[in-house]
Every structure is written in C-alpha cells, then in structure tokens.
Antibody, heavy 115, light 108 residues
Framework: QVQLVQSGAEVKKPGSSVKVSCKAS????????ITWVRQAPGQGLEWMGW????????DSAQKFQGRFTMTTDTSTSTAYMELRSLTSDDTAIYFC????????WGQGTTVTVSS | SSELTQDPAVSVALGHTVRITCQGD??????ASWYQQKPGQAPLLVIY???NRPSGIPDRFSGSSSGNTASLTITGAQADDEADYYC???????????FGGGTKLTVL
C-alpha cells in the first residue's frame, strides 16, 4: 500500500537545524511530488512547501525562505526537509504528504526546540 | 492572519446536514481541497479539486464553490465526523499554497 514513513522525534537547541526524512513506498516516487506541512501545538495546519521529485524544483512559503530546504534522494525514494536557525516558534509536528493534493500523509515528526 | 477564512467552530445534530465554509479572494480562481483531522492523527484528504472524493471517502461528503467561498457539506453527519476541517488552496497572489484556519466540527 502507498505509505510515507517519517523519521523520529527530535529535540533541538535554539539556533540549530533539524532534518526530517520521509520515505515513500507503494508507488513510483518520481511520479508525485512531496509537500511539507507543520502544525504547532494546539494550532492549525501550515503549508511549508512542495518539491518535485522528478525535476527537483521547489515552491515554498515566503516566511520560510532562506532557512528552509527540501531535497529528495530518488535512489531511496526519500524526501528530506531541513529547517535552520530554529526558535521555540518552530516547535511543531512536521508532516510530509504526497504531492499537491496531499492524498497520503506521513505519521508526523515532532520537533521540539528548547534550551 | 490566514487568507482563507473559516469559522472556528460549527456544530450539527446527529444525522443532520452541515456546511463548512472557506472564504478567500483566491477561491474565485483556484479550487479548494478539504482535509479532516482527528486528535492525534495526520490529516485526511476528503475533497480535492473542489468536489472530488478520494477512494474510501463516504459520499455524504461533498464540495462546492461559489464566488469567493468554497464549501464542504456533510449530508447526514455521523459521530465519526467530529473533527477539525481545513480548506486548502492558493493564496491571493496565486504563487503559494495556504490552509484556512480550520473549523472544529462538533456532532451533537
């Protein structure tokens, strides 16, 4: 079955970076892009960006530009997102989802930023 | 503030029909999709491209759009439909994608 499996929870210090992985299975990885979404505690969903797994081009929300990078490794069908210069406001669950329609979701990765 | 506006909370009696709305200028030009999220779970796509249901989504869920408003209608709401619902589309510039603030649906 189609599945997205994300890496485990992370605890980070302010000012550091975090890299979350999202491994796809059950479909041809390069046929569908990957979207990243986050959800702060008790808050709504926030769209972060999308990456084409075929061509590598990206589209990201303006608020993250400059400290947010999305990449893919087609040899392992894995997408990655890296967020740098972390602050406590980046404490959230980070989700990957399949393509623009987000029809399949990963289980989420909790990232906690605390000194 | 979000460029897609949703009512924070809506309630519906069991078995009745409820409409959850999403307002935004971008909806005049772009389709909305809708996601259901239950506590502790990842979101679930229930409607895409305005009025299409993914496989496995009950037909009591439907979508529509008029002017700057997209709507998700649940006809004959069930207890299992109690959840947060988010609309999703492009922002007013059309360059990026955004979510609405979400609507908490309570089934009475």
């Amino acid at each position: 079955q189609v599945q997205l499996v994300q890496s485990g929870a992370e605890v980070k210090k302010p000012g550091s970076s975090v890299k979350v992985s999202c491994k796809a299975s059950g479909y041809t990885f390069t046929s569908r892009g990957i979207t990243w979404v986050r959800q702060a505690p008790g808050q709504g969903l926030e769209w972060m960006g999308w990456i084409s797994t075929n061509k590598g081009n990206t589209d990201s929300a303006q608020k993250f530009q400059g400290r947010f990078t999305m990449t893919t490794d087609t040899s392992t069908s894995t997408a990655y997102m890296e967020l740098r210069s972390l602050t406590s406001d980046d404490t959230a669950i980070y989700f990957c989802a399949r393509d623009i329609d987000m029809d399949v979701w990963g289980q989420g990765t909790t990232v906690t930023v605390s000194s | 503030s979000s460029e897609l506006t949703q009512d924070p909370a809506v309630s519906v009696a069991l078995g009745h029909t409820v409409r959850i709305t999403c307002q935004g200028d971008s909806l005049r030009n772009y389709y909305a999709s809708w996601y259901q999220q239950k506590p502790g779970q990842a979101p679930l796509l229930v409607i895409y491209a305005e009025n299409n249901r993914p496989s496995g989504i009950p037909d009591r869920f439907s979508g529509s759009s008029s002017g700057n408003t997209a709507s998700l209608t649940i006809t004959g709401a069930q207890a299992d439909d109690e959840a947060d619902y988010y609309c999703h589309s492009r922002d007013s510039s059309g360059n990026h994608r955004i979510f609405g603030g979400g609507t908490k649906l309570t089934v009475l």
